[in-house]
T-cell receptor, first 112, second 115 residues
Framework: ELKVEQNPLFLSMQEGKNYTIYCNYS?????LYWYRQDPGKSLESLFV?????AVKQEGRLMASLDTKARLSTLHITAAVHDLSATYFC????????????FGGGTRLMVKP | DAGVTQSPTHLIKTRGQQVTLRCSPK?????VSWYQQALGQGPQFIFQ???????QRGNFPDRFSGHQFPNYSSELNVNALLLGDSALYLC??????????????FGPGTRLTVL
């Protein structure tokens, strides 16, 4: 059974600081997705990572995938309050685009 | 271009009742997946529909069933509701393509409360 683990589960950081969220998964896959969820809202797609070594950046967020280590990272650069949300990684274990297994989420709070 | 829509937004039911949730996929998408998200947890995959058939199913009991219509919209039915079924139910749509990463786009969700 595929397991997806994120850490930390909760992250409180000051504006302007950098930090990394880690996503480990237990089975071979080269398709990993990052989503953002604001309180009471749905999931917003952030990144789609489809191969080993994939790196994508959008604004202050950068995601990478190491399929050999079964690890993805979401790096936050110079955090701002608007980045406060819960971030989920999800793995497509079948590489078939049908079943996503999500991590437990990282709740990020950026304080002024 | 309308994104994924779901109805109703909120729903309150009592134990033992049955509920039907509805989802319309993003324009151009042909695949619908359903997820259950309990408070404070990540979404859990219920099942996926493609070409009006259930293509993949997660670890959910038979009380959870679904349907996909020719226009690609979908319904999720839950029978004999339990308190533990209280959750946010998310519908996600995608376009089935072989050999490509399939990005799933999520709807706003239906908040189900079982009393």
């Amino acid at each position: 059974e595929l397991k997806v683990e994120q850490n930390p589960l909760f992250l409180s950081m000051q504006e302007g600081k950098n930090y990394t969220i880690y996503c480990n998964y237990s089975t071979t896959s080269d398709r990993l997705y990052w989503y953002r969820q604001d309180p009471g809202k749905s999931l917003e797609s952030l990144f789609v990572l489809l191969s080993n070594g994939a790196v994508k950046q959008e604004g202050r967020l950068m995601a990478s995938l190491d399929t050999k280590a079964r690890l993805s990272t979401l790096h936050i650069t110079a955090a701002v309050h608007d980045l406060s949300a819960t971030y989920f990684c999800a793995v497509d274990a079948n590489n078939a685009g049908n079943m996503l297994t999500f991590g437990g989420g990282t709740r990020l709070m950026v304080k002024p | 271009d309308a994104g994924v829509t779901q109805s109703p937004t909120h729903l309150i039911k009592t134990r033992g009742q049955q509920v039907t949730l509805r989802c319309s996929p993003k324009s151009g998408h042909d695949t619908v997946s359903w997820y259950q998200q309990a408070l404070g947890q990540g979404p859990q995959f219920i099942f996926q529909y493609y070409e009006e058939e259930e293509r993949q199913r997660g670890n959910f009991p038979d009380r959870f069933s679904g349907h996909q219509f020719p226009n690609y919209s979908s319904e999720l039915n839950v029978n004999a509701l339990l308190l533990g079924d209280s959750a946010l139910y998310l519908c996600a749509s995608s376009l089935a393509r072989r050999g490509h990463g399939v990005e799933q786009f999520f709807g706003p969700g239906t908040r189900l409360t079982v009393l």
